[in-house]
């Protein structure tokens, strides 16, 4: 039990107290632009999961072989291969998906959750803590795309993974779908409030101030 609490501790970490996304900010492009249905958040969370998971554990293997000189050139060739391999599966059996996804599947290649995690962490580590730690950063990921996809999909067509589930106005029912929530900057608005949500509750991950304005002087008596 011991052993394994080290293991589980890296898991959950970046699940809220170590997010990518709503902690680092990292990887906004995607967050943002694949998230208008759960299909699409889901098939990216799942590919970039796939790819930071076994990236990290390949270059931690070979970690003592690479020279600093090209280390970051094999990092991304590394990576770079694993998302041909799921690139080629989605269009072989997702193919519907995978045209919705478009070039977001091959920006998985330069995504900041899967470079900083091989970079900073595989680099330095042996394979099994770097996979662990690779997939909690996917899950994490994973956790923020899902909720953005839900709430877009959801508040946007009134489904979710392609299913009625709030009976539209047109059809005789109540809801009526708010199209801006499918347009970009529902996608900044929505994750702008999960980013204050959290530190709301979180006040440790809210960053210093800039700028302490000076002390309010006293009028004379």
Same mark, same amino acid.
């Given at each position: 039990?011991?052993?394994?609490?080290?293991? $589980?501790?890296?898991?959950?970490?970046?699940?809220? =107290?170590?997010?990518?996304?709503?902690?680092?900010?990292?990887?906004?492009?995607? @967050?943002?632009?694949? #998230?208008? #249905?759960?299909?699409? @958040?889901?098939?990216?969370?799942?590919?970039?999961?796939?790819?930071?998971?076994?990236?990290?554990? &390949?270059?931690?293997?070979? %970690? =003592?072989? &690479?020279?600093?000189?090209? %280390?970051?050139?094999?990092?991304?060739?590394? &990576?770079? @291969?694993?998302? &041909?391999?799921?690139?080629?599966?989605?269009?072989?059996?997702?193919?519907?998906?995978?045209?919705?996804?478009?070039?977001?599947? $091959?920006?998985?290649?330069?995504?900041?959750?899967?470079?900083?995690?091989?970079? #900073?962490?595989?680099?330095?580590?042996?394979?099994?803590?770097?996979?662990?730690? /690779?997939?909690?950063?996917?899950?994490?990921?994973?956790?923020?795309?899902?909720?953005?996809?839900?709430?877009?999909?959801?508040?946007?067509?009134?489904?979710?993974?392609?299913?009625?589930?709030?009976?539209? @106005?047109?059809?005789?029912? $109540?809801?009526?779908?708010?199209?801006?929530?499918?347009?970009?900057?529902?996608?900044?608005?929505?994750? /702008?409030?999960?980013? $204050?949500?959290?530190?709301?509750?979180?006040?440790?991950?809210?960053?210093?101030?800039?700028?302490?304005?000076?002390? %309010?002087?006293?009028?004379?008596?």
């Amino acid at each position: 039990m011991v052993a394994r609490a080290p293991y $589980w501790k890296t898991l959950t970490e970046p699940l809220i =107290r170590q997010n990518p996304v709503t902690l680092q900010i990292l990887g906004l492009c995607s @967050a943002l632009a694949v #998230t208008t #249905t759960l299909a699409t @958040a889901l098939t990216m969370s799942v590919s970039l999961t796939i790819v930071v998971t076994l990236s990290c554990g &390949i270059i931690s293997l070979i %970690r =003592r072989h &690479i020279p600093d000189t090209i %280390r970051m050139i094999v990092q991304i060739v590394i &990576i770079a @291969a694993m998302v &041909i391999v799921i690139d080629q599966f989605l269009q072989a059996y997702f193919a519907e998906i995978s045209r919705a996804l478009s070039v977001y599947v $091959w920006l998985i290649t330069t995504n900041c959750v899967v470079m900083a995690r091989t970079e #900073t962490y595989a680099s330095h580590n042996p394979p099994l803590p770097s996979m662990v730690d /690779g997939f909690g950063y996917g899950l994490g990921y994973s956790l923020i795309l899902m909720i953005l996809g839900g709430l877009r999909e959801l508040f946007g067509k009134g489904e979710l993974f392609g299913a009625q589930v709030l009976p539209l @106005a047109d059809q005789g029912g $109540w809801f009526t779908p708010l199209s801006l929530m499918l347009l970009a900057p529902s996608g900044f608005f929505l994750l /702008g409030g999960m980013v $204050w949500a959290i530190r709301s509750i979180r006040p440790e991950q809210a960053e210093a101030p800039d700028h302490t304005p000076p002390a %309010r002087m006293e009028p004379a008596q």
